[in-house]
């Protein structure tokens, strides 16, 4: 199995606009509408920000929005916030495992 | 307000079985979604381990399969996660979380996390 390719590190200054993508393949991302984005401070609880490639749940800022075209998934975040700085996981649903995740973006806010 | 939390030994030996648990509050198992295993190596990215059902059905991840249980008890509102033969590259925060069937909302995505447990292989 491999994991979902990100970059390593995005950055924007506050009010900015900051895009991750997630990379995979037409076993998971390029077949599923079932990518999802996680933002984990350490030491916390992963938080769901994304699901079904677009979608946000319930107290979620709409700052933040997903996208998908093929194989590939993006995550942006808007009007950047000192609270967005965090490390960002992709998901997506897959063949085999049946969830695979990305290897993760530290974003920081300048 | 779902609630989940980890526990279990912090220090496990070579060899030896990786247990934890995962305590459920808010949110009965028994009324359905799945319940996963996740965990993250020290400077690396989430591993998706396996889930199980409120009936004890299950799925694992076929790289930890010959090494994975998972079990669920309905009257204590928990279930857990045993890990065999364990070596260093074992050691990860291991985090549970919950996730919906693709008939569900949110679909085939983790909405509730505990906040992990460290576990060191290590003699």
């Known amino acids: 199995q491999s994991a979902l390719t990100q970059p390593p590190s995005a950055s924007g200054s506050p009010g900015q606009s900051v895009t991750i993508s997630c990379t995979g393949t037409?076993?998971?991302?390029?077949?599923?509408?079932?990518v999802s984005w996680y933002q984990h401070h350490p030491g916390k609880a992963p938080k769901l920000m994304i699901y079904e490639v677009n979608k946000r749940p319930s107290g979620v800022p709409d700052r933040f929005s997903g996208s998908k075209s093929g194989n590939t998934a993006s995550l942006t975040v808007s009007g950047l916030q000192p609270e967005d700085e965090a490390d960002y996981y992709c998901?997506?649903?897959?063949?085999?495992?049946?969830?695979?995740f990305g290897t993760g973006t530290k974003v920081t806010v300048l | 307000q779902v609630q989940l939390q980890e526990s279990g030994p912090g220090l496990v030996k070579p060899s030896e079985t990786l247990s934890l648990t995962c305590a459920v509050s808010?949110?009965?198992?028994?009324?359905?979604?799945?319940w996963d295993w996740i965990r993250q190596p020290p400077g690396k990215g989430l591993e998706w381990i396996g889930n199980i059902d409120h009936s004890g059905g299950t799925s694992y991840n076929p790289s930890l399969k010959s090494r994975v249980t998972m079990s669920v008890d309905t009257s204590k509102n928990q279930f857990s996660l045993r890990l065999s033969s364990v070596t260093a590259a074992d050691t990860a925060v291991y985090y549970c979380?919950?996730?919906?069937?693709?008939?569900?909302?949110?679909?085939?995505?983790?909405?509730?996390w505990g906040q992990g447990s460290l576990v060191t292989v290590s003699s």
């Open positions: 037409s076993s998971d991302v390029g077949s599923y509408n079932y």
């Open positions: 979380a919950r996730h919906g069937s693709f008939t569900m909302v949110p679909p085939r995505s983790f909405d509730y």
């Open positions: 998901s997506s649903y897959a063949d085999s495992p049946l969830y695979v």
């Open positions: 808010g949110y009965s198992i028994s009324s359905g979604y799945y």
